[in-house]
């Protein structure tokens, strides 16, 4: 059974820093597309970065501030997320699976998400 598990959210202020990781049991990240997503209250889930073999995609909208990285040691996909602004605020969960868009919302499995909170 695959699982995977964010962890590394919390509250920080604006203009910090977080590392969200996304760890997976029953599945081996290196063989698949994982991605990073968003959803604030009231909006649409958005793509924020993924990553496949080793090509890399991150979204305008966080590109220079959020950095996705695999540790394949330790089967773990990281969000690096610098200079964080209130809007940032949202739930921010991984997915991950053999999908054509890596940008798109069909990836096979997801995690439970992990809440930021961005403080003005």
């Known amino acids: 059974q695959v699982q995977l598990v964010e962890s590394g959210g919390g509250l920080v202020q604006a203009g910090g820093s977080l590392r969200l990781s996304c760890s997976a049991s029953?599945?081996?990240?290196?063989?698949?597309?994982v991605g990073w997503f968003r959803q604030a209250p009231g909006k649409e889930r958005e793509f924020l970065a993924a990553?496949?073999?080793?090509?890399?995609r991150t979204a305008d909208s966080v590109k220079g501030r959020f950095t996705i990285s695999r540790d394949n040691a330790k089967n773990t996909v990281y969000l690096q997320m610098d200079s964080l602004k209130p809007e940032d605020t949202a739930a921010y969960y991984c997915?991950?699976?053999?999908?054509?868009?890596?940008?798109?919302?069909?990836?096979?499995?997801w995690g439970q998400g992990t809440q930021v909170t961005v403080s003005s």
């Open positions: 997915a991950a699976g053999n999908v054509g868009d890596i940008r798109g919302p069909n990836y096979n499995y």
């Open positions: 029953g599945l081996t990240f290196s063989t698949y597309a």
């Open positions: 990553i496949r073999w080793g090509g890399i």
